[in-house]
């Protein structure tokens, strides 16, 4: 990407808003903390507590999502399960009340993400105003990421979308879908530049009216190719005490769009064929429930003995349960460009992965990796089945051929360089400069 010397430009101040904590959203935001041509502000609803930035803590209580936006969940209250008995007029009067406190219920929370929403603005004016960034740099458009378009618009903004902003929706109820279709549309067109990791995303966006010249596709963080290379895999299963003769490694969380369910039917057959297999699950991402019910089936199918729950896991300790893997799987039905797939790429391990769009720009179906549909455990049991047997050597293509195409796309530290490069351009435009000597912000 041409554009001046950042040496020539001096020191870009930046202020970062990300919602939540984020192992991706930490990596992306070290890589300008530790560059001293950049001045840091971190305003998140987390404390990321970045040495050498200033962090500044939103009011949102860590782990709550105030809607795309501030509309809170419609789901049906809990009623522990069971539902309410027909008995002619007493049922009317129950159901009545349910909706009735269902409405309260959303109404309240509603109050509350608006009086939320109110206070965390002006603690961001505040910041804007005392921190007088050249640039504002968008973690996603989810919450608080959009409450810049309460700041002047003089200062330039660049949006990173992922995590599905613009290619599919985290909640399917109307009201949000809506919501966040029209903080998305506004937003695309403010932001003075855009990132997406997709081909897939960069046509949504400009579905949403983005202008072409504004998107720029930058697979950042990639993969950190030091830290995520192939390595020893006796050591590695030795260090995370694992004795098993092949290893299934499933890092993404479980159910929901993640399809976790079915990568637990389809064991039962690859366990008859090759006993000897575990399936390796990490991550704290799950629903309410749904490792409860996972363990479940598996002592249903007479499997449990072959499953290792490990829950979050550091990304620092990534590289040993990569380097321990036989196969990597991941078929969740609707994706960005899942990180974790190019580290296990990185680190020499074949995937396996749900045949959705996004996937298909990096796999090749038998070629170098699996494509399956999501929701099909009997193919996937047969991928894996091929991988296991490994006729023609297929591992070792799949392998070399993966290695190649992380190197070619995902480079954390070139592509590292690449953003600084854009976030450097889009901050010392001219025509911002000029209007920097003129604004009152």
Not at 273 to 299: I, M, N, Q
Not at 337 to 347: D, G, T, V
């Amino acid at each position: 990407m041409e554009g001046n010397s950042p040496s020539q430009m001096g020191k870009t101040r930046v202020m970062f808003l990300a919602w939540g904590y984020s192992i991706h959203a930490k990596r992306r935001i070290q890589l300008f903390v530790d560059d001293p041509l950049f001045d840091v502000t971190v305003v998140s609803t987390h404390n990321y507590d970045f040495k050498g930035a200033r962090n500044i803590r939103l009011g949102t209580a860590q782990g709550s999502n105030p809607a795309c936006g501030m509309v809170p969940d419609t789901k049906e209250p809990d009623t522990g399960g069971d539902s309410i008995p027909s008995y002619g007029a007493t049922t009317k009067a129950l159901k009545l009340l349910v909706r009735k406190n269902r409405l309260l219920f959303l109404l309240a929370h509603l109050f509350r993400d608006i009086r939320t929403a109110i206070r965390d603005v002006g603690i961001l004016r505040t910041a804007f105003r005392t921190c007088h960034p050249d640039t504002i740099f968008l973690q996603t458009l989810l919450y608080p990421s959009y409450l810049s378009y309460f700041l002047p618009r003089c200062c330039p903004v660049i949006i990173t979308f992922w995590n599905g902003d613009v290619t599919w929706w985290a909640k399917f109820n109307g009201i949000e879908r809506l919501l966040k279709r029209q903080i998305v549309t506004y937003g695309v067109r403010r932001a003075r530049a855009i990132t997406v990791n997709s081909e897939t995303a960069s046509n949504a966006c400009l579905g949403y009216g983005a202008e072409k010249g504004k998107i720029h596709i930058i697979r950042y963080p990639g993969a950190d190719l030091e830290r995520f290379r192939p390595a020893g895999k006796d050591e590695a299963r030795k260090r995370l005490g694992i004795d098993f003769g092949k290893v299934v490694f499933c890092p993404r969380g479980l159910g929901g769009y993640l399809n976790s369910d079915i990568i637990v039917e389809a064991s039962a057959e690859i366990i008859r064929k090759y006993p000897d297999t575990l399936f390796l699950f990490v991550s704290g991402v799950a629903g309410e429930g749904d490792l409860e019910r996972h363990r479940a089936r598996t002592r249903e199918l007479g499997v449990e003995g072959h499953f290792r729950w490990e829950g979050h896991v550091s990304w620092e300790e990534m590289p040993s349960y990569y380097n321990a893997a036989d196969v990597f799987i991941s078929i969740s039905s609707h994706d960005s460009l899942p990180n974790c797939m190019i580290e296990a790429m990185a680190c020499g391990v074949p995937v396996i992965m749900g045949d959705i769009p996004q996937i298909r720009e990096w796999i090749t179906d038998g070629e170098n990796g699996f494509l399956v549909p999501p929701r099909d455990h009997r193919a996937l049991a047969g991928k894996m089945t091929e991988l296991f047997s490994n006729e023609n050597r297929i591992r070792d293509s799949f392998i070399a051929r993966s290695l190649a195409l992380v190197k070619e796309r995902a480079d954390g530290r070139r592509n590292a360089e690449i953003i600084k490069q854009l976030v450097h351009n889009t901050a010392w435009a001219s025509a911002y400069r000029e209007n920097m000597k003129a604004r009152n912000c």
